[in-house]
């Protein structure tokens, strides 16, 4: 699970309570994977788990950017498959 200093305040919500159960539920799933797949699927799914909980710390924690945080987190989870480097790229060109 993520660390201390990225969840700031968020951690008795709702939201991040499920990020977090997510990012277990990845974590095991990965785990009984093939090798080959544990390697390439499976570092992907990872990385998109811990940045669903990176985005909804930020979205706790800015309060001022609340909207826009939250719209972030709603990119990342319609976000199907692909490179996370593009997902980032696409919410860094949007401000997000």
Request: aromatic letters at 6%.
């Amino acid at each position: 699970m993520a660390d201390d200093t990225q969840q700031g305040g968020a951690r008795g919500t709702p939201l991040w309570r499920d990020a977090n159960r997510l990012l277990l539920l990845v974590e095991e799933a990965v785990r009984h994977f093939p090798r080959y797949h544990k390697f390439a699927i499976g570092t992907d799914l990872r990385r998109q788990a811990m940045l669903i909980c990176r985005l909804v710390a930020r979205a706790f924690n800015d309060t001022g950017g609340r909207s826009r945080q939250v719209e972030a987190l709603v990119v990342a989870s319609r976000h199907r498959g692909g490179d996370n480097r593009a997902l980032e790229g696409a919410l860094t060109r949007k401000g997000l």
